[in-house]
């Protein structure tokens, strides 16, 4: 169960819609609905979801469009398309359109609910990587926060955990300071922020330093990266 995950059901079709948000409500996620893909395209720049409902066939906008405009603009959050369209080929064109997955209409809520869960299980770094895992060579224990430094058992606050989780659960991956942003404080980044992201990053740092090196390297421009085989 993945109570109090944010998911955006975008679904022109009212008869569908409500019945997503009823049975979704019903399983304990905050859900968020548009008509069309104006309306969600609005949405989406104002909220951050853990994962999207996108139905292809929506007027204004169309759902392989916004895929497309969010992907370019480097949005992460999973997509999962609500397609009528059976065609093979034409399930795979919306795989590459950057959509996680696709389900075809009609669908069976439980499959439905089944494929939301694994997606949402693979994306939430508390899942990929638990409650005590190794950032570079150093002990992390997420319920206790701390981090153990060059033998010394080092307190973290709640932020720097959920920042450690993050990095720890994409390793090798640019993370821009809006993706980062999005996924651990739950906003959008409207441009202040970006000095919020970096004095956390800096305070965290000095917490990691044991004199070998930064653990979250900066990538000049871009964000951040967490680089196992240049760890400790």
Not at 56 to 76: A, D, F, T, Y
Not at 99 to 124: G, M, Q, V
Request: aromatic share 6%; with cysteine.
């Amino acid at each position: 169960m993945q109570q109090g995950k944010k998911i955006f059901v975008v679904e022109d079709e009212p008869k569908i819609r409500q019945g997503l948000e009823d049975f979704l409500q019903f399983h304990e996620f905050d859900v968020t609905c548009a008509v069309d893909g104006l309306e969600a395209e609005r949405i989406v720049s104002d909220k951050s979801f853990d994962l999207i409902l996108l139905d292809l066939m929506l007027p204004k906008i169309s759902g392989e469009q916004l895929c497309v405009k969010w992907r370019q603009g480097g949005l992460n959050t999973p997509i999962i398309m609500l397609t009528a369209k059976g065609l093979e080929h034409e399930r795979i064109a919306g795989l590459n359109l950057g959509a996680d997955d696709y389900i075809t209409k009609p669908f069976s809520l439980e499959e439905l609910l089944a494929r939301i869960n694994a997606i949402l299980r693979r994306t939430d770094p508390s899942k990929a990587v638990g409650q005590v895992f190794e950032f570079g060579s150093m002990p992390v224990d997420i319920a206790a926060l701390n981090i153990t430094v060059a033998g010394k058992v080092v307190a973290i606050s709640t932020r720097e955990a959920d920042i450690i989780q993050f990095f720890a659960a994409n390793p090798a991956r640019v993370i821009s300071r809006e993706e980062l942003y999005s996924q651990v404080w739950g906003e959008s980044m409207d441009g202040i922020e970006t000095r919020t992201v970096d004095v956390h990053i800096a305070k965290l740092r000095n917490k990691l330093d044991d004199g070998s090196g930064d653990v979250i390297k900066t990538v000049r421009g871009v964000g951040y990266i967490y680089e196992l085989e240049n760890t400790k």
